[in-house]
Nanobody, 108 residues
Framework: VQLVESGGGLVQPGGSLRLSCAASGFWYAMSWYRQAPGKERELVAHISSAGGSTNYADSVKGRFTISRDNAKNTVYLQMNSLKPEDTAVYYC?????WGQGTQVTVSS
């Protein structure tokens, strides 16, 4: 199983980014996590294998949307109204597998 994230970058507060996670191999429920400097890794969003069920951390509810395109074996994280506190390395995860992470920096 291989997970490859993309889409990170530098954005101003209030801006948007869309992260992608392309998966090869098995295809199950998937999650996005993030880890800011000096902090523990935290769950941001989770989506079921068919995409019918999603869950979000309270800190991102109403701003982030997780979705998946099973035909493309890709999971997305649409991030709107970004705040400086969203700055972190974002990882996608499937079971015990992790991607390499993509940096998101929110700064003016």
């Amino acid at each position: 199983v291989q997970l490859v994230e993309s889409g990170g970058g530098l954005v101003q507060p209030g801006g948007s980014l869309r992260l992608s996670c392309a998966a090869s191999g098995f295809w199950y429920a998937m999650s996005w996590y993030r880890q800011a400097p000096g902090k523990e890794r935290e769950l941001v969003a989770h989506i079921s294998s068919a995409g019918g069920s999603t869950n979000y951390a309270d800190s991102v509810k109403g701003r982030f949307t997780i979705s998946r395109d099973n035909a493309k074996n890709t999971v997305y994280l649409q991030m709107n109204s970004l705040k400086p506190e969203d700055t972190a390395v974002y990882y996608c995860s499937m079971g015990t597998y992790w991607g390499q992470g993509t940096q998101v920096t929110v700064s003016s």
